[in-house]
């Protein structure tokens, strides 16, 4: 029994070391718009089926942002007025940290299917 309990710990902070957000991987990036840095992004983080939103932030003065991950497949949105919504989707995070780039277009540049198509009528 004494060995069990002497054990006990060393399980314990096992669990600890393999559950721990802290310790896992780093999902960032930076936001762009015609090559400058936008600033006060609101990105949002949700799992592959867009079904749980896992954390969300602002980007900061350089555009960029920064999410602690575990291993898996993620949605990236980016959302500001005055710009289109952008989503990176299928973002694979497996063993190694990983660094993505979303391109922002005014809402004034982007394309809109349902204006061009009511324009021709």
């Known amino acids: 029994m004494s060995t069990l309990l ?4 060393f399980f314990l902070l096992l669990l600890l070391f393999w559950q721990s957000p802290a310790l896992g991987l780093t ?3 930076v936001v762009i718009d015609d090559e400058e840095t936008v600033a006060g992004v609101e990105i949002m983080l949700t799992d592959a089926s867009n ?11 350089k555009g960029a942002f920064r999410f ?6 993620f949605n990236v949105g980016a959302f500001k007025d005055e710009y289109a919504v952008n989503w990176s ?10 660094s993505i780039r979303i391109e922002f277009t ?3 540049f982007a394309d ?6 009511d324009d021709c009528e």
């Not at 989707?89 to 990983?98: P, S």
Request: net charge negative.
């Open 6 to 9: 002497q054990q006990a710990p």
């Open 27 to 29: 999902l960032s990036g």
């Open 51 to 61: 079904n749980v939103v896992l954390d969300s932030l602002y980007t900061n003065r």
């Open 68 to 73: 602690s991950v575990k291993p898996g497949i």
């Open 89 to 98: 989707r299928g973002v694979a995070v497996k063993d190694t940290d990983i």
């Open 106 to 108: 005014p809402e004034a």
């Open 112 to 117: 809109d299917p349902l204006s061009v198509s």
